[in-house]
């Protein structure tokens, strides 16, 4: 008889070691938040929003008082739309990458090619004259300075269908309006004035062909940052000889209409349109704001005509705004050629130069009119009831206490935002159909019936002690 097989021994079940302690897990390493916003850019907390509020609708009231209307473009747009081929610095500081469909983008550097876009879409279906206005996000990779970031906001006025310097005029006007509006000066403030056929009148005499204008007015331009060396080579590449640029630049330094009538001839097509432009500055009573000056022929090459540029008179910051006609940019992008001009105006600088003279409102408070406060829970609907009595018929900007909080926790938040009034919904005064309410600027206090609430907010106006009257006006836009 065969013996069995002995049978192998049974494995005992693994079982898996035990976790350590929590104590005892090994750290991972979490990689630091970055807190700071991209170099060159913002963050908008409370008071910075409302200082770019207060700004924006200044520029919103004085586009409407022009009988502007507002339009908007997407910040991201072919990148065709800028790689212009003059050499100008704009090409070279593009935020510009390849989206998913293989396309080449970039965010915009400016707005006025999508508002060409944007006529060029219509087909000449849009009515002219045409008088636009806008507050874009423009983004350009460049060298930061003082009222000089990689993004900005930036006010944009176009006028398109208006051969004259009547429309050139009316928007150094509509600029100057600005000015006065937030307290600037004609001392504090000042506009250069120039034609961009005073350069093309001097280099056609100088025998440059017509079609280097354009890359000649982008270099000449940089000659006010760079000694004539740095360009040097670029204007060789043109053509240009050392002896034909400083012949020009003695030229541009004409800082008067009668001393470039002299150079150029009584007769000259640039003399009699900076003339005209100079009696309609007397007509708008502005003249006092405007500089001729031949030097301005600004950086971007598509403007053909006048060009004008607002700065600073101390010479501290860099230029305020700057703008010009641009009759054949629409050609350049296959269309039709169409009279148009424009400027554009930085939100930067502007705060910079109204904050060195004093001229910026305080932004601290948050702009509460009211806090309401119920002293017990049971009492928190009729709190919530007035608060929509204030923000309804009063108008008002009310902030309801939404936790238990004791009496003296709100009167400090409410000092802290900014408010004008505390209303307290107590119980004895509830009954007797009352409501307690104190006076945050001067410390008194006052009983109010509640059917009499309506009419008390209608009696105390709007605006918070903190931010609002302090530049003799809120800022709004009527």
């Not at 070691?17 to 938040?33: A, D, E, H, S, V």
């Not at 876009?117 to 350009?140: E, T």
Request: overall charge negative; proline content about 6%.
């Amino acid at each position: 008889m065969a013996e069995s097989p002995t049978p192998s021994p049974t494995k005992p079940p693994t079982t898996p070691p035990p976790n350590p302690p929590p104590n005892q897990k090994k750290k991972q390493k979490q990689t630091k938040l970055e807190t700071n916003p991209p170099k060159g850019t913002r963050d908008f907390y409370p008071p910075d929003l409302r200082l770019r509020t207060w700004l924006f609708s200044h520029f919103r009231a004085v586009a409407k008082s022009y009988a502007f209307t507002e339009y908007d473009a997407p910040v991201l747009e072919s990148t065709a739309l800028y790689t212009r081929k003059a050499g100008e610095e704009v090409t070279d500081q593009l935020y510009s990458f390849e989206d998913k469909g293989g396309r080449a983008v970039s965010l915009r550097p400016e707005m006025t090619p999508s508002l060409a876009r944007m006529v060029m879409a219509k087909k000449g279906g849009l009515p002219m004259p045409m008088k636009w206005y806008s507050i874009p996000q423009c983004w350009r990779y460049e060298r930061m300075t003082r009222g000089r970031r990689r993004e900005h906001y930036q006010w944009n006025m176009d006028v398109w269908g208006v051969e004259g310097v009547e429309a050139e005029a009316e928007l150094l006007h509509a600029m100057v309006t600005f000015f006065e509006r937030v307290g600037l000066t004609s001392g504090d403030v000042g506009i250069k004035v120039n034609s961009r056929l005073v350069i093309g009148e001097v280099l056609a005499e100088l025998g440059i062909p017509e079609d280097k204008f354009a890359a000649t007015c982008v270099l000449v331009d940089k000659l006010e940052k760079v000694p004539i060396d740095a360009v040097q080579s670029d204007l060789e590449a043109l053509g240009l000889t050392r002896t034909t640029i400083e012949s020009l630049t003695s030229v541009l330094t004409a800082n008067s209409l009668p001393a470039i009538t002299t150079i150029l001839g009584p007769s000259s097509p640039a003399v009699a349109q900076l003339t005209k432009l100079f009696t309609l500055a007397t007509a708008y009573q502005m003249d006092d704001w405007l500089v001729f000056d031949a030097s301005v022929v600004r950086g971007l090459a598509y403007y053909t005509g006048v060009v004008f540029e607002a700065f600073d008179r101390t010479g501290e910051l860099r230029a305020i705004a700057g703008g010009g006609r641009y009759d054949a940019l629409l050609e350049t992008f296959g269309g039709v050629p169409t009279p148009a001009c424009g400027f554009g105006f930085g939100d930067a600088v502007i705060v910079e130069l109204l904050k060195e003279r004093g001229l910026l409102p305080r932004f601290e408070g948050s702009g509460v009119d009211v806090v309401v406060f119920a002293m017990e829970e049971g009492l928190y609907k009729v709190a919530v009831e007035i608060a929509g009595v204030l923000r309804g018929g009063g108008g008002k900007s009310v902030d309801v206490v939404l936790e238990k909080k004791k009496t003296k926790w709100v009167f400090k938040h409410a000092d802290r935002i900014g408010s004008r009034y505390v209303v307290i919904v107590a119980p004895d005064e509830y009954e007797r159909g009352e409501l307690s309410i104190k006076d945050m600027g001067s410390g008194e206090q006052l009983v109010v019936k509640i059917d009499e609430l309506g009419d008390w907010a209608k009696g105390i106006g709007v605006g918070s002690s903190s931010d609002r009257g302090s530049d003799g006006g809120s800022g709004d836009e009527s």
